[in-house]
């Protein structure tokens, strides 16, 4: 145990977010900062999936052929390397790129996929991953899958993470929501974008989404806070738009849609006396309806 004032079931409990009210109060008198333990604990940390552990392996080789087995602690997404071996957990093999399957080799450290059948390998994480917490690592894996996936106007809310090769995910996430904007918006501004002649709050429109989603402050929201500053609508919009899809939240909160309009058009929610957030409608008969103004 590296804390004295932590001891296992609590340092477990915080980690799987279970912390019991006894737990936090025994917490807090180390620390009176813990009052908001409790609301952490049940706090969400991302707006793709909502637990944080993957149920896929993902391990350290060198421990794992150590030992022969697998620590629970590794499922954890917010541990990105090994606390012994200072090593990137891996979810994936380095040499042939399979994602690592449960298997009796995988207890020898060899790479499950039989055609390879190497013996698994990681390498230490560069230092600006190494020091991220749960929130930022959410962050980034949402970055990187909107990214991935640009002209979603919803996402999916799936119950554990499942990137293919988390710390890959993770790596590309943290550059994107720090790199140079143009990466993002060659991709919006693409011909490829179904919805690239709409005004610029339903063209940037994923890009709002993830900046009204991130937990943290990344370089992401400033640049594109400007580019908002910096460009205009087109005057006339595409009028061919048959669907735009996307959750009831997202239209208040994000396109400043009220009530009252999401109701008018949407049949799905004229019979409900409070409209579930992740109700999805389309919203094109209200894009299509809007004067385009800036
Ligand atoms: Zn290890
Ligand atoms: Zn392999």
Request: charged share 20%.
């Amino acid at each position: 145990m590296p804390l004295d004032w932590i001891n296992e079931a609590q340092l477990k409990a915080s980690i799987n977010n279970t912390l019991s009210i006894k737990q936090v109060s025994a917490l807090n008198e180390f620390f009176p900062v813990t009052h908001s333990l409790k609301y952490l604990s049940s706090r969400r940390h991302s707006a793709l999936f909502q637990n944080y552990h993957i149920e896929t392996p993902r391990v350290c080789p060198i421990c794992i052929r150590d030992t022969g087995y697998i620590k629970e602690e590794w499922r954890y997404i917010g541990n990105l390397k090994c606390s012994i071996h200072d090593v990137g957990l891996i979810d994936v093999c380095h040499l042939c790129n399979h994602k690592l399957e449960w298997s009796i080799n995988l207890l020898e450290g060899i790479c499950t996929n039989e055609m390879c059948s190497c013996s698994l390998k990681s390498e230490p994480l560069n230092n600006a991953l190494e020091c991220l917490f749960i929130d930022e690592i959410c962050d980034c894996l949402l970055a990187d899958f909107v990214y991935s996936h640009p002209y979603n106007t919803y996402w999916p809310n799936l119950s554990h993470p499942n990137s293919e090769n988390l710390l890959t995910a993770t790596s590309k996430g943290y550059d994107l929501l720090n790199c140079d904007f143009k990466r993002w918006i060659e991709l919006y501004d693409a011909q490829s974008n179904p919805f690239n002649a709409l005004a610029v709050k339903f063209k940037y429109f994923p890009l709002y989404h993830l900046a009204h989603s991130l937990q943290n402050e990344w370089l992401f929201s400033e640049q594109l806070k400007k580019l908002t500053a910096s460009t205009s609508s087109p005057t006339k919009q595409l009028f061919n738009l048959s669907s735009y899809v996307v959750t009831a939240e997202s239209a208040m909160t994000i396109l400043g849609l009220s009530k009252h309009e999401i109701i008018s058009y949407s049949p799905e929610a004229k019979n409900k006396k409070v409209i579930p957030s992740r109700l999805r409608i389309n919203i094109a008969p209200i894009i299509k309806a809007t004067k385009v103004t800036k």
